[in-house]
């Protein structure tokens, strides 16, 4: 069946980077693009951006233009999101979804990535 | 202060009918835009519920519906159960600034 299974939890300092992973399986990688969210304890849904598995094509929410970059690699049909100079505020479970099109229903999720950023 | 508006919390009792409401303006889903809701439970991953405004994905009870007019958008739940208890969002598209996918605020649903 169709999934997507993230890396592990992270922690970093305030300032770093990180990188999270999201490996898709059971359907064709490149027909579906993979958006980004994320949620913050105690709060609701945040939009972070989608990327094309197609073509690399990628947009972003205004609050993480800049700051975030998502790719893809087709030779393992994983995506990443990386983001940088992190700060407490973003201390949250960041998910990769599957979905299409400016406003994707994303129908497959995966199972969320913790990072704490903490001195 | 998110771009869709929810209500925080709703509750009902056991096989019961709730109607969530999604209320957005003409930059989203007054614009003609579609809207999918989600359900979430504390620790796991969202799952969606209903996309592109009434379409039931397989697997998806059809205690479940979903209805937009207007600028609004409603999730109901019919036959409501104790493990309907979770959050659920709503997602547009906003033509606006603030660019693109946005998601209400969530609601919290207790089923007493």
């Known amino acids: 069946q169709s999934q997507l299974v993230q890396s592990g939890a992270e922690v970093r300092k305030p300032g770093a980077s990180v990188k999270v992973s999201c490996k898709a399986s059971g359907y064709t990688f490149s027909n579906y693009g993979i958006g980004w969210v994320r949620q913050v304890p105690g709060q609701g849904l945040e939009w972070m951006g989608w990327i094309s598995a197609y073509n690399g094509y990628a947009h972003y929410a205004q609050n993480f233009q800049g700051r975030v970059t998502l790719t893809t690699d087709t030779s393992t049909n994983t995506a990443y999101m990386e983001m940088r100079s992190l700060t407490s505020d973003d201390s949250a479970a960041y998910f990769c979804?599957?979905?299409?099109?400016?406003?994707?229903?994303?129908?497959?999720w995966g199972q969320g990535t913790l990072v704490l950023v903490s001195s | 202060q998110s771009v869709l508006t929810q209500p925080p919390s709703v509750s009902g009792a056991p096989g019961q009918r709730v109607t969530i409401s999604c209320t957005g303006t003409n930059s989203n889903i007054g614009a003609g835009y579609d809207v999918h809701w989600y359900q979430k439970l504390p620790g796991t991953a969202p799952k969606i519920l209903i996309y592109?405004?009434?379409n039931r994905p397989s697997g998806v009870p059809d205690r479940f519906s979903g209805s937009k007019s207007g600028a609004s958008a409603s999730l109901a739940i019919t036959g409501l159960q104790a493990e309907d208890e979770a959050d659920y969002y709503c997602?547009?598209?906003?033509?606006?600034?603030?660019?693109?996918?946005?998601f209400g605020g969530g609601t919290k649903l207790t089923v007493v």
């Open positions: 592109e405004n009434t």
């Open positions: 979804a599957r979905g299409n099109g400016y406003n994707p229903a994303l129908d497959i």
């Open positions: 997602q547009s598209y906003d033509s606006s600034l603030s660019g693109f996918v946005v």
